[in-house]
Structure formats: structure tokens, C-alpha cells
């Protein structure tokens, strides 16, 4: 129990690490700009922060929220993304054990993240975090079978957008959603792929109609539906069946 609780410790440490620097991919990645050149500095007055400026969470805290320079506010995106980051690893922690392919899972639904901020905040969804996210959610013991499904959720999706925008005569749906795809179907497998395409249609469906003028991301839902059945895939198997065989 104790070594339980101390290993949790840890992994969430790393987590608010992690969230850290998802923090600097969420706001240069959509500007293009470098995410390692120039350091980090405060986006008002432009002077580098010190280390013990950048210690997650912590240093927010402190500083209550505002740069030690210039006294400008720092938004509480930072605070969150770490803290969620975390929260993120210890709950997969506990799902999965301490397993070597952990890290790579994490860091797979840790580019998801990103990619359900970025997509929120600007409506885009950028390739590198993308397929970052496809590559750590292949590294896994059975690397065949995630890369089969991974292909074959892509594709069937791939095909299914390539159809609708044929009968309705625009683009149905964008090519960031098929390497979500690949990514759902590599973490989950069939039929649970299925399941968390359900229900990310399921969880957009409130926000679509309360944004019906200007429309909402659907990658972000699909992040979030993914994350779900992962963690609950055994329940979410049990539920399948039932409806199915009642």
C-alpha cells in the first residue's frame, strides 16, 4: 500500500511535468513557433522566467497568479493543464499498473489533451501533436494488432468522410479526425472503438445545439469519449454484450 502511494506520488509529479510543457505546445504549436527556442519568458513583458518560476502549479500559487516582472495576469489554463495532466497519470497509473508501456500511453492522452485545448481555443488541430499521439498509442506489447486496428478504424473512418462529403457535397469531415481515429483504435481495439465513437457523438450533442450557429470541435469529444472506455473497456465490453445478446 504504501509503495502504491508513493509510486502515485511520483507518477503525478511527472504528470504536472508533462502538463508543464503541454502548457508551452498548447500556446506555440498553433503560432508556429519553436516549443524548445526562446525559454520561457512572460508573454506581456517578454523576460525570461527563472526556474523557480516554472515549477508546476506551485509556482502559479505563489505568484498568485500574476508575473513577477510586470505583475501581468497568468491565465489559469496553466495551473489546470498541469493539474489535469497529472490527475491524467495517476488514474492511468492505476489502470494499468506500473508496466513498461505506460509512459507511452500517457504521453498518447497526453497529446490528446493538448490537442482537445488547442482545438477548443482555435478550432485547428495541428499534424505534429496529431501524430505524436498516433505513435505513442502504437507502442504497446501486441504492436501488430494496434497497428491493424489503428489502420483499419483510420480507414473505415477515412472512408465513411470520403462518402458523406460525396452526398452532401462538401467536406464531411477533416483529416485530423482520421488520425484521432487511428489513435482511438490503436488505445482501445474493436468493438470498444465503436463505443467511444458513440459516445463522443453522445457528448457533443449539448454543446452542437447550444453552438449551432458556429459549431463546436469534434475532436475533443472524441478524446474524451477515448478516455472513457479505456479506462471503464472491461465494463464497456460487458455493456456491448448485453446489448447485443441481451
Known amino acids: 500500500m504504501t509503495d502504491t502511494i508513493l509510486i502515485s506520488i511520483v507518477v503525478f509529479i511527472i504528470g504536472l511535468m508533462i ?38 502549479v506551485l509556482s502559479w500559487l505563489f ?28 488514474i492511468l497509473y492505476f ?12 504521453f498518447s492522452f497526453a497529446a490528446l489533451f493538448a490537442l482537445v485545448m488547442i482545438d477548443f481555443k482555435y478550432m485547428a488541430v495541428p499534424d505534429n501533436v ?19 486496428y489503428a489502420a483499419i478504424a483510420a480507414g473505415g473512418l477515412y472512408l465513411i468522410g470520403l ?12 483529416g ?20 467511444a465513437l458513440f459516445l463522443s457523438a453522445i457528448l457533443a450533442v449539448v454543446p452542437s ?11 475533443p469529444f472524441l478524446a474524451m469519449a477515448t478516455f472513457i472506455v479505456y479506462i471503464y473497456d472491461t465494463q464497456t465490453l460487458q455493456l456491448i454484450e448485453k446489448v447485443i445478446y441481451g
Open 19 to 56: 502538463g508543464s510543457f503541454l502548457n508551452v505546445v498548447i500556446y506555440r504549436i498553433p503560432k508556429g513557433e519553436n516549443i524548445a527556442f526562446p525559454a520561457s519568458h512572460c508573454q506581456h513583458c517578454s523576460t525570461p522566467l527563472k526556474w523557480y518560476h516554472n515549477i508546476p
Open 63 to 90: 505568484l498568485r497568479g500574476k508575473c513577477a516582472f510586470c505583475n501581468a495576469p497568468i491565465a489559469k489554463q496553466y495551473p489546470l493543464v498541469e493539474l489535469i495532466t497529472g490527475i491524467l497519470f495517476v
Open 95 to 106: 489502470k494499468l499498473g506500473l508496466v513498461w508501456y505506460l509512459p507511452f500511453v500517457a
Open 130 to 148: 496529431n501524430f505524436a499521439a498516433l505513435i505513442f498509442a502504437l507502442i504497446q506489447p501486441d504492436f501488430l494488432h494496434a497497428a491493424m
Open 163 to 174: 462518402f458523406s462529403s460525396l452526398i452532401a457535397r462538401r467536406q464531411a469531415m477533416g
Open 176 to 195: 485530423a479526425d482520421v488520425i484521432v481515429a487511428g489513435t482511438m483504435g490503436a488505445l482501445l481495439g474493436f468493438p470498444n472503438f465503436f463505443a
Open 209 to 219: 445545439l447550444i453552438k449551432r450557429e458556429t459549431g463546436v470541435p469534434f475532436v
